[in-house]
């Protein structure tokens, strides 16, 4: 079955730590794309990548970091200089970045950060 | 800049009653697309629907129904016949094409999302 996959479910870390959410994807999509959800709101940009070794920042790219050395993979690292990292992580992709294609979400990825 | 607003933070409903989810959205431009998204308790967001500024047609699949209006710069959900296994959130979606930087890099922008419980 195609589809993205996140891993893991459930991270935990503690404060200082830089730690690597795992993004895959075997939809054949060229864009792909994270963002953060906070309780009782809506998603926001992190990075997207419309392609292979390119990637460009999404709204709130300060603290994070991501890479896209294959088209199925898009890992996102959370550096300690995020001021709150704890969140909802999910990660999308879409067959092309233009706006005619809608993207398709990752199950995410809950990280606890204390 | 755009902007979606989904006014209605939660709605609880009884089973079989029908439900309308608004959503308004702000944009410069006269090409853009429009989204609706559900994500269930488990978190992954499903894909729903995708309308194209130009086709102001209504959208029926199903118990679901999508009405978009220009004019009020709206495109509402309606879930008829609700079931309990319609709970979960609901988000409405813009992309546009940025002004700057010569991409054709849609830019999706996200409402806060409505809670929607159906109870049995």
């Known amino acids: 079955d195609g589809g993205i996959t996140q891993s893991p479910k459930y991270l935990f870390r503690k404060e200082g730590q830089n730690v690597t959410l795992s993004c895959e994807q075997n939809l054949n999509h060229d864009a792909m794309y994270w963002y953060r959800q906070d309780p009782g709101q809506g998603l926001r940009l992190i990075y997207y990548s419309q392609i292979v070794n390119d990637f460009q920042k999404g709204d709130i790219a300060e603290g994070y970091s991501v890479s896209r050395e294959k088209k199925e993979s898009f890992p996102l690292t959370v550096t300690s200089a995020q001021k709150n990292p704890t969140a909802f992580y999910l990660c999308?992709?879409?067959?092309?970045?233009?706006?005619?294609?809608?993207?398709?979400f990752g199950p995410g990825t809950r990280l606890t950060v204390t | 800049a755009q902007k979606v607003t989904q006014a209605q933070t939660e709605i609880s409903v009884v089973e079989k009653e029908d439900v309308t989810l608004d959503c308004v959205y702000e944009t410069r431009d006269t090409t853009y697309y429009l989204f609706w998204y559900k994500q269930p308790p488990s978190g992954e967001l499903v894909f729903l629907i995708r309308?194209?500024?130009?086709?102001?047609q209504n959208e029926i699949s199903g118990r679901y129904s999508w009405n978009f209006q220009k004019s009020t710069s709206s495109f509402n959900f309606t879930i008829t016949a609700s079931q309990v296994v319609d709970s979960a959130v609901y988000f409405c979606a813009l992309s546009e094409a940025p002004y700057a930087g010569g991409t054709s890099y849609g830019k999706l922008t996200f409402g806060q999302g409505t809670i929607l419980t159906v109870h049995p």
């Open positions: 999308a992709s879409s067959i092309a970045p233009q706006i005619t294609y809608e993207q398709y």
């Open positions: 309308r194209n500024s130009f086709d102001e």
